[in-house]
Structure formats: C-alpha cells, structure tokens
C-alpha cells in the first residue's frame, strides 16, 4: 500500500516537474525574483534601516520565506489549471492513489522553492553574507524552512482547488506573499506602530523568520523554534485538511 502510494506520488511529481521546466519564463521569474528583491531591499532601502548589524545578515531568512510565497502562486495556478482542463477528472477514472496528484503538486512546488531558496542564498553568499552557523545550524535552518515550505506548499494545493480559474488561484496567494513583510522578515516589529507591532508579533512569519535568523547566527532560542514548529504544523494541518475535504467534495460531483 505504501509502496503504491509512494509510486503514484512520484508519478505525479516528475509530471508536474515537466510542466514546470516548460514553462522557462514562469520558472526563471520564480527563481530569480527573490534575488532582485534581496538586491532591492539591502541597496536601496537597507541604508536607510538600522538592526543593529549588517543589513544583508538580517534580510536573507525573509527572503527565505519570500521565496516560498512567490512559488505558492505557481503552485495555486498549476492545480487550478489541473481542475479546469479536466486533467484531474482524467486522473480519477484510473487505478492509482486517489490524492497522489495533489501530493505531487505539494512535492514539486517544495523541491520547486527549495531551489530557489539556496540560489538566493548562493547570492547573498556572493554579495557578502556570513552566517555564523556551523553544520548542526544550517541542517537545523533547512529542517525549518523545508517543514514551511511543505506547509505552504499545501495551502497553496488548497487555494488552486477552491479558485475558480488559474488567474484567481494566483491572486489567492498574494496573502501569502504579503504575510513576510508585515513581519521581522525586513524591519524589526519594535520600530512598526503599536497597533501594527502586535499583529507582526503574533504571526506566523515573525518567529519562523527568526528561528531561520537565530540558527544561522548562533543566536536562536528554544521559544522561538517551538512557536515556529508550531506554527509549520498548524498550517501544514489546515492545508492538508482544507485540500482532502476539497478535493473530497470535487470527487463525489
């Protein structure tokens, strides 16, 4: 059984990997992107913004996290794309895992962001960043990142289900992409107004981001690497349950 299931997946993975590597525009934004806004942000606003070091140090985990929101779009398109061509009832009339498509999506759109995570990384490495980490804090930063990833990679699943076309699929996730920056992804919440300071506070992107920033500076604390599981598992839960009841409901039609 698990074997069937762990096939199918990969079926569905390489297949939506083709689809991808197809679109050389959509792919080369999503990859690139990031990197333009890490350039942005340490050029021409980090002058202008004191956190106490180094401003490309503290901005490279937000860009983490901004790059799983750009891809979330692609992934929200390329299901919702999936649901109004038909290829998903075509995919239901045969003998496979009822729910592989949907984990080749999330499979891909993760391998998808974790790509371009490290080209920006190997940007910022290049420009000038050095974190302090040794081995233990990057696997540790990667288990974050990847755990966030597949939590968004979900909901992303999740949105492209429920939209009702490729285009509002895409502008479901701007929420997605919007979420880092009211956050400590590029300012530190201290310096935002107060009645902004709690929600950037209180969100899922403010202790993940630090978590990244605190392991591969040596600097990380247990309280905010316990939120930032939390908050991974929570999401991954709501999309993953949000995606199964969806998809469940599209099933019986």
Avoid at 3 to 23: E, G, K, P, Q
Avoid at 33 to 53: E, K, N, Q, S
């Amino acid at each position: 059984m698990i074997t069937h299931i762990v096939t199918d997946t990969a079926v569905m993975f390489r297949r939506c990997a083709r689809h991808t590597l197809r679109s050389r525009d959509t792919l080369i934004i999503s990859l690139l992107m990031p990197v333009l806004v890490m350039m942005l942000f340490t050029y021409v606003f980090g002058g202008a913004i004191d956190v106490g070091g180094p401003y490309l140090d503290y901005v490279v985990p937000g860009i983490m996290l901004l790059c799983t929101g750009f891809g979330s779009s692609i992934t929200a398109t390329s299901v919702s794309t999936d649901m109004t061509k038909g290829s998903i009832d075509r995919f239901r009339t045969l003998p496979m895992f009822r729910q592989a498509v949907l984990a080749g999506h999330v499979a891909e759109g993760a391998v998808r962001n974790l790509a371009a995570i490290g080209i920006a990384v190997g940007a910022a490495l290049m420009l000038g960043y050095r974190p302090h980490a040794g081995i233990v804090g990057w696997l540790s930063a990667l288990a974050v990142i990847t755990l966030f990833v597949s939590a968004i990679s979900w909901i992303a699943v999740a949105l492209g289900l429920v939209a009702k076309n490729p285009e509002a699929a895409g502008g479901l996730t701007y929420a997605i992409m919007f979420i880092p920056y009211i956050s400590s992804a590029f300012v530190q919440p201290a310096t935002m107004p107060g009645w902004l300071r709690g929600f950037a506070e209180n969100q899922p992107a403010t202790p993940i981001v630090d978590t990244v920033r605190g392991l591969l500076d040596s600097t990380g604390s247990w309280h905010d690497a316990t939120l930032a599981v939390c908050w991974c598992v929570g999401l991954a839960l709501v999309g993953f349950a949000s995606a199964s009841v969806v998809f469940g409901r599209l099933a019986h039609r």
